[in-house]
């Protein structure tokens, strides 16, 4: 019997890394292009939550240098595990207070920041450390509950009150469209973010930093290159699909 060739994989060796690597990045390029853009302005972060260090390392080996994750604990092992290889951590999960001493410690990216008291506290670590942590604010743009962010009338006095931390270097705005197939939703919600930004940044530049875009995922990283995006977020296009079983 023979696979179909949509059937999900998932990726272990060096070589099936490169192979998914180089599908996203022709992806990222095309989607690029069709909104005129450069390709080199646009990051892509693999999403490795829940993939054991095995794999990292294979993926590593296939040149992925940063890793996303949404748990502090997972990350924090990956980072001890890999060590020697030092690559770039972004938590992009929301974060309780018993967990920003970690991400002070060993993160470089914080993604999902939403609270002024999580911002606090990891300021005062983060001086504690000696360090700096790059970060962006997350924007709930879709409006559904269960996702965490702020909403967008409040990111303006959100990020007046960020100014003051010198240790959280402010890179931009992050969020997720909404969880449907629609994809005049999720343009949308990604352009809801860009005119955001944009607004700021006409306004307010001090607040922005360089007015980053964090969006899009798996799903949706193409429409999110076409309407702006400088950060995408992808795990299952890189990794194949995630085992929660373990
Ligand atoms: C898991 C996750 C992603 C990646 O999801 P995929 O659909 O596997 O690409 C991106 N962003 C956040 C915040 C996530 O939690």
């Given at each position: 019997m023979s696979t179909p060739e949509n059937a999900p994989r998932v990726a272990v060796t060096e070589d099936e890394f490169r192979q998914a690597l180089t599908e996203v990045r022709e992806n990222i390029a095309a989607a690029a292009k069709r909104a005129d853009?450069?390709?080199?302005d646009i990051r892509l972060l693999p999403v490795s939550k829940t993939v054991p260090v095995e794999r990292l390392r294979a993926a590593y080996a296939a040149g992925v240098t940063q890793f996303g994750e949404n748990k502090v604990q997972e990350a924090e092992a990956k980072a001890q595990a890999m060590a020697e290889l030092d690559p770039h951590w972004a938590i992009i999960g929301p974060l309780q207070s018993n967990k920003t001493r970690a991400v002070a410690q060993?993160?470089?990216?914080?993604?999902?920041l939403d609270r002024l008291r999580i911002a606090r506290r990891l300021e005062s670590q983060l001086q504690e450390f000696g360090r700096t942590l790059d970060v962006y604010v997350q924007v709930n743009?879709?409006?559904?509950?269960s996702k965490s962010g702020l909403e967008p009338r409040e990111v303006e006095a959100f990020l007046e009150q960020l100014l003051e931390f010198e240790a959280l270097k402010v890179k931009g705005l992050m969020t997720m469209a909404a969880h449907t197939d629609d994809e005049e939703v999720i343009r949308d919600n990604f352009a809801e973010l860009r005119t955001l930004r944009d607004d700021l940044r006409a306004?307010?530049?001090?607040?922005?930093?360089?007015?980053?875009l964090s969006m899009g995922m798996t799903n949706d990283y193409e429409i999110a290159i076409e309407e702006g995006a400088t950060v995408v977020r992808v795990g299952t296009a890189i990794f194949g699909e995630r085992d929660y079983s373990s």
């Open positions: 853009r450069d390709p080199s060993f993160a470089h990216e914080f993604q999902a743009v879709s409006g559904e509950e306004r307010r530049p001090e607040l922005i930093g360089e007015g980053g």
